[in-house]
């Protein structure tokens, strides 16, 4: 059997986790006991193992070559052909649709070397010499927290205090799917902001591109980029505007307009939409919108109402919006909030944010391209 757990693994538990329904990439820290969950089916799929579930028994059954293994939820044994052959130190639990199972044993089962890093929370598992699986780790806090949660806030900034409203949406879980949309599904139409949530079944939705408003057009061209479900609706501007994308695997992110450009491959996103500047890159306040090629006032210094999305480290991403704000006190506002990384979005008259249900900031005018949530 291949070596496996470092020494700083001896006195820590592992888990996996499998979702039952959708490949979980992620795991999480438990609170208590400080055991660390990562999931199985992601991991197992990745090395050629195959996972089942039966809802009618509670059993996971696990085939790994020719061998296979069986385990039941509040049991704490696995079983192989029908004998029992090893006692788990805990019993497989599901939480939220998932199942979770001891990682030593499965360990054993699948024979793959497994190493535990503290500095970035990450368990590494080895498949060959040239492929390993990272799988992130969070707070069980974290995992436990509403797929979204709204929040209005005071922010003092510049000696002010500034009122903004926070959507936390918690990309942790897995039902969790961030799009962008036209509206009326359409290029170049407009509606309001519920009237596209509506058509999109969301439950949270905020103005997202910039586009032609002033136009006595019923067409409303929208500015820059925006893919949705691998398929780009709209052509990415040949500035560096920043782009808010997240990948087909659900892992959000912020880049430049230069760089996304650069490497684009508009299957690997399952969606994205350019606006920009950027507000925080890392951590760390970066704002330089005459680098991104904005020209106009009401970017470079002018106050007024804002709509903004961020991303914390712990996968959560950020709808917020607010009124009276330059966009270098809406960088100090995303970042006292916890951005990791965040951009302005489309403001004035379409700054919008809505939350099951009902407007907590209602834009001025009808919107083109929004983010929707559901």
Sequence with gaps: MKKFFSTILVSISFFFLFSLTTEAKY???????????????????????????????????????????????????????????????????????????????????????????????????????????????????????????????????????????????????????????????????????????????????????????????????????????GVILNNFAIVDFSVFYITKDGVPGISGGNEFRSGLVASNYKTAVQAGPRLIKNGNISVNPVAEGFSSPKILSSPGARSAVGITKSQQVLFVTGSGLTIDQLANVMKQLGAYQAMNLDGGASSGLYFQGSLITTPGRALSTVLTVK
């Design 27 to 229: 795991g999480f820290v438990e609170s208590e006991s400080y055991r660390t969950f990562v999931p199985l089916r992601y991991i197992s799929e990745e090395v050629g193992a195959n996972v089942k579930w039966d809802a009618t028994e509670k059993s996971i059954t696990i085939n790994n070559g020719s061998k296979s293994y069986k385990l039941y939820i509040g049991s704490k044994w696995i079983r192989s052909n029908g004998q029992l052959i090893k006692e788990m130190d805990t019993m497989p639990v599901l939480y939220n649709g998932s199942s979770y199972v001891p990682v030593r044993a499965i360990s054993d089962l699948l024979n793959y070397s497994i190493e535990w890093k503290q500095a970035t929370q990450q368990a590494i598992i080895t498949v060959s010499s040239s492929k390993k699986l990272i799988i992130n780790t969070y707070p069980e806090s974290v995992f436990k927290r509403p797929k979204w949660r709204y929040d209005a806030k005071t922010i003092s900034v510049s000696g002010s205090s500034k009122k903004v409203n926070v959507v936390s949406i918690n990309l942790l879980n897995q039902d969790v799917n961030i799009q962008a949309a036209f509206a009326n599904g359409k290029k170049g139409s407009t509606a309001s902001l519920s009237t596209v949530a509506a058509q999109n079944n969301a439950k949270v939705a905020i103005n997202a591109n910039y586009f032609d408003a002033y136009t006595s057009s019923s067409y409303k061209q929208p500015y820059n980029g925006v893919i949705r479900e």
